[in-house]
């Protein structure tokens, strides 16, 4: 009887770890459940809600993140701040700038207004340091809402994930043919409304 116990506690540890550094880390990534089904620009039909895959281009010189130095044109953060107080406050903050799709049949023009999803495996950990070594996950955290009264002893850790120029990305939004600004960047299409996320495989 002891000799189970032991082992569905060990079980129990090991779930609960799981869970613990899929929260932390995001790990996986992905859009979700797929209840669009995946499609060409080329056979999106009229306007609507696709979901579509291809390789980014960005439009100008991508911002550069200043945990990891990577180019990106959408980002995916988890912030865990903890200033010895409390339990860790974990926070999350996703960013992207518009950029094109080229999914082999066509172009488009992905607008990342603000109200859009990121959802990305988050890859890199920043070395762990204090808050006022890193203003600008400070400027981040005070947006969301987080306070701290002794930012040189708040301990950080930033986890992120990126979407660089050249890698393979899965969007989900509107469809709609072209305006003149998509048609002078070359794109066939626009996509707004937008989740972004990874390309699977």
């Known amino acids: 009887m002891a000799i189970v116990l032991v082992a569905a506690a060990v079980l129990l540890g090991v779930a609960a770890t799981v869970l613990l550094l899929r929260r932390v880390t995001g790990a996986g990534g992905g859009l979700g ?3 669009v089904p995946l499609t060409t620009l080329d056979a999106a039909g009229p306007p609507g809600v696709r979901r579509v895959a291809g390789t980014v281009r960005a439009l100008d010189a991508p911002p550069v993140s200043e945990a990891s130095g990577r180019p ?22 996703q960013s992207a700038c518009d950029f094109l799709l080229d999914d082999g049949t066509a172009t488009a023009l992905v607008r990342a207004e603000a109200g859009g999803r990121v959802a990305l495996p988050r890859d890199f950990e920043a070395p762990r340091t204090t808050l006022d070594q890193v203003p600008w996950v400070d400027a981040l955290l005070r947006a969301g809402g987080y306070r701290n009264g002794s930012p040189a002893t708040c301990r950080i850790r ?6 660089s120029p050249g890698d393979r990305a899965e969007v989900v939004g509107h469809v709609e043919p072209a305006d003149a600004q998509a048609r002078a960047l070359g794109a066939a299409f626009v996509v707004h409304d937008v989740r972004v996320g990874a390309a699977p495989g």
């Open 158 to 163: 930033v986890y992120e994930g990126v979407l």
């Open 33 to 35: 459940p797929r209840r």
């Open 72 to 93: 990106y044109v959408a980002r995916d953060l988890r912030i865990a701040a903890h200033d010895g107080s409390g339990p860790v406050s974990y926070r999350g903050a």
